[in-house]
């Protein structure tokens, strides 16, 4: 027996079949698709999510760090401006302090403060003066000093507060927002990391998100950006002067102190500090 021919109906049959195997081939083919697309889709939000939960651990971590930073360095205190003799050792660091504070009646010389280390800092140089970082071991007496650094005044001396790098890039971009509420007449002043205006601590973050909001700043100060101050730290100094000593012959009452004590003249062709 002979099989039975096939027929172009049964050519067009087995096409509309193939067709329609294709269709549905191509059918699952996109269903396929868009589940991998919903997936990579739900993994890519997944993983920013990962991202930003860790950068944000990771940003208070390093703020943790850096706080703590600060903290170990509460005792400390820099003095900028005072020459510098070759090779000086830490005990001649220590007592060129102590002439120091005393020659400016920073602290009583009957009670003077006590020291962990008094060092410079740096690289020796010449022609030039490292600052002088000096770890108190009283806190007290530390915050006596910074207080009563006014009597530097109208001299080239300088005495400032230790930070870490972090923070001192803080307080450098604080400084526009703290000259801007000064030149308004409000009380600023540094607090740490913050400004302290009116009474009132405002971070970095706070301060440049009123400025970005157009007309509508949350904070009551600034109401406007600072745009004519540079970002210079506070504690930068012209150092020129030697450092007075304790042994000073005292002055007439009538006379008033000497702000460069060491005569050091800062005109051309005389040594600097």
Request: with cysteine; charged share 30%.
């Amino acid at each position: 027996m002979g099989s039975n021919p096939i027929t172009a109906g049964d050519l067009a049959a087995a096409v509309d079949d193939l067709k329609q195997l294709i269709v549905n081939l191509h059918a699952k083919t996109e269903e396929k698709l868009i589940e991998i697309q919903k997936h990579m889709a739900t993994s890519e939000r997944d993983q920013e999510l990962k991202n930003n939960l860790m950068s944000e651990r990771l940003d208070r971590l390093e703020d943790r760090i850096r706080v703590q930073e600060d903290r170990s360095r509460r005792n400390n205190l820099l003095f900028r401006g005072i020459e510098e003799p070759k090779a000086e050792s830490w005990a001649e660091a220590e007592s060129t302090i102590l002439d120091f504070g005393t020659y400016f009646a920073l602290f009583n010389p009957n009670n003077p403060p006590k020291f962990d280390r008094v060092h410079r800092l740096g690289t020796y140089r010449q022609g030039q003066c490292r600052p002088i970082i000096a770890r108190f071991t009283q806190f007290k007496d530390k915050s006596e000093i910074l207080f009563k650094a006014k009597n530097l005044k109208g001299s080239s001396f300088n005495i400032a507060e230790d930070f870490s790098a972090e923070t001192r890039q803080i307080r450098r971009e604080l400084y526009p927002f703290l000259m801007e509420a000064r030149s308004k007449g409000k009380k600023a002043s540094y607090a740490v990391d913050k400004l302290k205006i009116e009474g009132k601590q405002y971070e970095l973050a706070d301060l440049k998100k009123s400025c970005a909001m157009e007309g509508e700043p949350k904070l009551t100060y600034p109401p406007d950006c600072p745009t004519s101050h540079q970002n210079k730290d506070l504690t930068q100094s012209n150092p020129t002067n030697k450092p007075p000593q304790r042994d000073r012959p005292s002055e007439e009452p009538s006379q008033a102190k000497d702000p460069n004590p060491a005569g050091v003249k800062t005109n051309s062709g005389t040594k600097k500090c």
